[in-house]
């Protein structure tokens, strides 16, 4: 792997700051970016988040309006299709019981493992804790609620098996 560097952006329509990226990284306009590392070969398309923590690989391509939210990991040559969206937490809420905001420290962060050549159509939404296993593909649409073994079709709401 090459060497990474850091990138910090506040252009009009790019929020860049404390991105690691590799060699020959492409990222469009209107995107937010922020404490993640994208490797080398990747392509970022326009409107897209990417938090904090957020591990890429090698030769990824995400396309546009897709969120990828703390505690998400792709292997290399992971497809995002358009507006692919990751959650992360299995409860969320806006307030504790007593009433207040939560804060970072009152929700339980559950990461999501994205293994190398995995395919995610567009408008597919993946559930907190999964992992897609190396080669799968995820059909347009789909809720992936639960792991997706390798090189395996899923489809549907929720998503099931539907080939090999």
């Known amino acids: 792997m090459s060497a990474m560097r850091t990138l910090n952006s506040e252009e009009g329509n790019r929020r ?43 030769n990824c391509k995400i396309s546009s309006h897709s969120f990828l939210c703390e505690g998400v990991s792709l292997g290399d040559g992971v497809f995002i299709g358009h507006g692919v969206m990751f959650t992360n ?53 789909a809720v992936v609620t639960r792991d997706v073994p390798a090189g395996s079709t899923v489809a549907g709401v929720p998503a099931r098996l539907v080939g090999s």
Do not use: M
């Open 89 to 141: 937490d299995r409860s969320p809420r806006a307030c504790n019981e007593n009433g207040s905001i939560q804060k970072d420290g009152d929700w339980t962060l559950e990461k999501t493992v994205v293994e190398d050549g995995v395919s995610i159509g567009s408008g597919a939404l993946i559930l907190p804790g999964i992992r897609l296993e190396r080669d799968s593909l995820i059909g347009a649409g």
């Open 16 to 58: 860049i700051q404390d991105v690691q990226v590799g060699e020959n990284v492409v990222i469009q306009p209107f995107v937010n970016l922020y404490g993640c590392a994208i490797g080398e070969g990747s392509r970022v398309g326009p409107f897209v988040e990417i938090q904090r923590g957020v591990q890429i690989g090698r």
